[in-house]
């Protein structure tokens, strides 16, 4: 790796109090060229225009200004000079996401596809990134983590870095706190986990836990691919969660109650959320960051590029996120199966699924997954969660009817396009499972995905001795699953905000009969008045199919209506292991559950 003449040379300089990240970028012997900031972020599918964070662009040669001509939102142009040419510029990061960039007196973060602009034509050209230690009191005791190859760092992690293309640049985000870091070795491969952010975790379990489920998902793809070290770059919050892939290193954000106190033992459903997380975004390393498809890979990040695989992208990856926690034995059948009837309840509980398809959710999820609103759950499917309960019907299917399973199809693809950085071709799962399968499988996978044909879930996992049933829930925090209390007598069809403001109002409801919509206050109802707190109480005081008077604001205006509470749907779903099974049944749970 020559790293000797970078073509392109950046300066990142932190101000804490400002909350901005200066700039100084310096271009070897340009051309008249055109600069360009990406539009959106791999692995988030919506635009979102970095380069409005931007200010103060400036462009010089030896101390003398250059005009600027701007070309469009994200991108200008510097007239032709003889010799170097540097930009400077400022970028204002207060975006706590794992998307974009951020930087107070507690941490700075940043995706460098938010802060570095790329030059036309060096896109597989050499970059050094210098990045400087703030000189204030309060950042002294900060250090620096990032997967670029460091060339001239300090003991902290300051100093200078080297990407050998901007794609790899923009793929390495940059943390920089008085973290705690946490080292183990998963199957060879030095790995670090750092949390920034107030918090006292027992740092012995996290390694633990962590290194078994890398290690069983290593050991899934073949032990491959090879690496220097991966990162797990950690955002501690009061109440965060979130994850982006890349290639090396991922950024997640988690609550400060999901992580393990010390010498705590079972396994909190807080902790249970966060290992899911990262088993999610580990499974991302080969999921998307090298099985990609062929659309996201050759876009340039200035507009949208539309698949209808996202499906497979994240579905898949959710899938296996939470089996891979039942194969590296942090849990049992029994809850795993736990957090399969969660999410069948939740799609059960979003009327889109009889409206929108997987295919169409993953192509139209540039306006309609990252920008929900109060009718999204009777509009669009989160491919995530019905993505993962078609996997999960594939891959039994395949199981019970040939000789092959979503592994095979998943090692195949591995080997086919991720082992090699082969872009995917679009339907790359289906075209592979059909190959391996031996059946045709297309009236499957119209069904699965380009239907709005509910999914076969109770038969499908009783061919592999899983009772599933569903049922009325038993209170409000009833999100499926077993021990679910009592049932619920009454439900008005809408689901309310901690405030006790309407967050969505549920198509063919008695909320929707009687005139709410998302925003308004409820204040009354049956002549007593509700907030978030109550309001259930009170609905399970009340008759089904027996009309009340409901009082809400919608701003500032009184509004009153008749409303018929109605008996609660069967919407929530338990799985349970049978006990009688016939041979083959046995043996095929035996395969997937290991029980």
């Known amino acids: 790796m020559d790293v000797s ?103 700075g973060f940043f995706n460098a596809s938010s802060l570095v602009y790329c ?33 001239d760092a300090d003991a902290a992690g300051f100093g200078q870095y080297h990407a050998p293309d901007y794609e790899t640049l923009i793929d390495s985000p940059v943390e920089m706190a008085a973290f705690q870091r946490i080292d183990f070795v998963a199957d060879g491969v030095p790995h670090s986990l750092t949390l920034s952010g107030r918090c006292d975790p027992d740092h012995a379990r996290l390694a633990s836990d962590l290194e078994k489920i890398c290690t069983v998902q290593r050991e899934f793809f073949g032990h491959q691919p090879a690496m220097p070290r991966y990162w797990f770059l950690t955002n501690v919050t009061a109440g965060g969660y979130g994850g982006l892939e890349h290639r090396e290193s991922t950024a997640l954000t988690c609550a400060r109650q999901d992580l393990p106190r010390p010498g705590e033992t079972g396994m909190r459903k807080e902790y249970l959320t966060f290992l899911g997380l990262v088993s999610h975004e580990y499974f991302h390393l080969w999921n998307v960051k090298r099985i990609t498809p062929r659309a996201f890979a050759e876009s340039d990040l200035q507009a949208a590029a539309y698949s ?30 736990d957090l399969v009837a969660e999410g069948a309840t939740r799609l059960e509980r979003t009327p889109a699924r009889l409206a929108h ?9 540039w306006i309609k997954y990252y920008q929900p609103d109060e009718n999204s759950p009777n509009a669009s499917t989160n491919y995530y969660v019905k993505g993962a309960l078609a996997a999960l019907c594939l891959d039994l299917m395949l199981r019970r009817d040939s000789s092959t399973s979503l592994d095979e199809v ?45 999914l076969p879930l109770a038969e499908t996992l009783a061919g592999f001795g899983v009772l599933a049933v569903r049922r009325a829930a038993g209170s409000d925090s009833d999100n499926g699953g077993r021990n679910a209390g009592t049932p619920m007598r009454c439900t008005l069809g809408c689901k309310l905000k901690p405030d006790g403001s309407v967050a969505h109002v549920f198509t063919g409801s008695p909320a929707q009969q009687a005139g709410l919509a998302g925003g308004d206050v409820l204040v009354a109802l049956d002549g007593f008045s509700i907030s978030s707190t109550t309001f259930t109480r009170r609905l399970n005081g009340l008759k089904p199919a027996v009309a009340v008077e409901l009082f809400w604001f919608r701003s500032d205006e009184l509004m009153r209506a008749m409303v018929t509470p109605q008996a609660p749907a069967a919407d929530t779903w338990t799985l349970t292991l049978m006990d009688q099974l016939g041979p083959d049944v046995a043996a095929r749970r035996k395969a997937w559950l290991g029980v």
């Open 5 to 107: 003449h970078p073509a392109v040379q950046v300066v990142v300089s932190p101000d804490p109090l400002s909350h901005q990240f200066h700039i100084r970028l310096t271009l070897d012997a340009p051309k008249d060229c055109v600069f360009h900031l990406p539009n959106w972020i791999r692995g988030s599918y919506l635009v979102r225009d970095f380069a409005k964070h931007v200010s103060g662009l400036t462009a010089e040669r030896d101390g003398s200004p250059l005009a600027l001509e701007r070309l469009d939102k994200s991108s200008f142009r510097v007239a032709a000079a003889a010799g170097p040419v540097t930009l400077g510029y400022s970028v204002h990061a207060y975006d706590e996401s794992v998307r974009k960039a951020f930087l107070d007196t507690r941490r």
């Open 119 to 151: 030059p036309r034509g060096f896109e597989r050209a050499g970059f050094a990134l210098h990045i400087e230690k703030p000189a204030l009191e309060a950042v002294r005791s900060w250090r620096l983590a990032t997967a670029l190859r460091a060339i």
């Open 308 to 337: 209808r695989d996202l499906w497979h992208y994240e579905g898949v990856t959710s899938y296996y996120d939470d089996l891979f926690l039942l194969r590296a034995g942090l849990i049992d059948a029994e809850n795993y199966l």
């Open 357 to 365: 398809t997987l295919a169409d959710a993953s192509f139209e999820t």
């Open 410 to 454: 998943m090692r195949t693809l591995w080997q086919r396009y991720g082992a090699s950085d082969l872009p995917a071709p679009e339907a790359a799962l289906e075209m592979t499972a059909t190959e391996l399968s031996g059946l045709d499988l297309k009236s499957h996978f119209d069904a699965l995905l380009r239907s709005t044909a509910e």
